[in-house]
Nanobody, 124 residues
Framework: QVQLVESGGGLVQAGGSLRLSCAAS????????MGWFRQAPGQEREFIAV????????HYADSVKGRFTISRNNAKNTVYLQMNSLKPEDTAVYYC?????????????????WGQGTQVTVSS
């Protein structure tokens, strides 16, 4: 079992930045690829970014490429999502997730564990 807790969400103006954190507890954090998803009201949960177990490789959705950066610190059991140049359309609940696969899953079904989510609101 892995427990995931997101933090760092909030209200920010368009063009601003936020950094989300996801703290993991339970089984060995470095055994999991970690991903970020988001879900806006009335929409499907959307893949944002994924990072491999060691942090050597990352992959992003086109909608956030060049603006968001995923990183991890295995010593602190934490994965981060740095979000820059935020837009109103980035408003959503953001979730981190853990996957025990050796690939970089980009769909919900590729993940075993989920956090409870943190709200990000970008005002225009």
């Amino acid at each position: 079992q892995v427990q995931l807790v997101e933090s760092g969400g909030g209200l920010v103006q368009a063009g601003g930045s936020l950094r989300l954190s996801c703290a993991a507890s339970g089984r060995t954090f470095s055994s999991y690829a970690m991903g970020w998803f988001r879900q806006a009201p009335g929409q499907e949960r959307e893949f944002i970014a994924v990072i491999t177990r060691t942090g050597a490789a990352t992959h992003y959705a086109d909608s956030v490429k060049g603006r968001f950066t995923i990183s991890r610190n295995n010593a602190k059991n934490t994965v981060y999502l740095q979000m820059n140049s935020l837009k109103p359309e980035d408003t959503a609940v953001y979730y981190c997730a853990a996957s025990d696969t050796y690939v970089q899953p980009t769909t919900r079904t590729g993940y075993n564990y989920w956090g409870q989510g943190t709200q990000v609101t970008v005002s225009s």
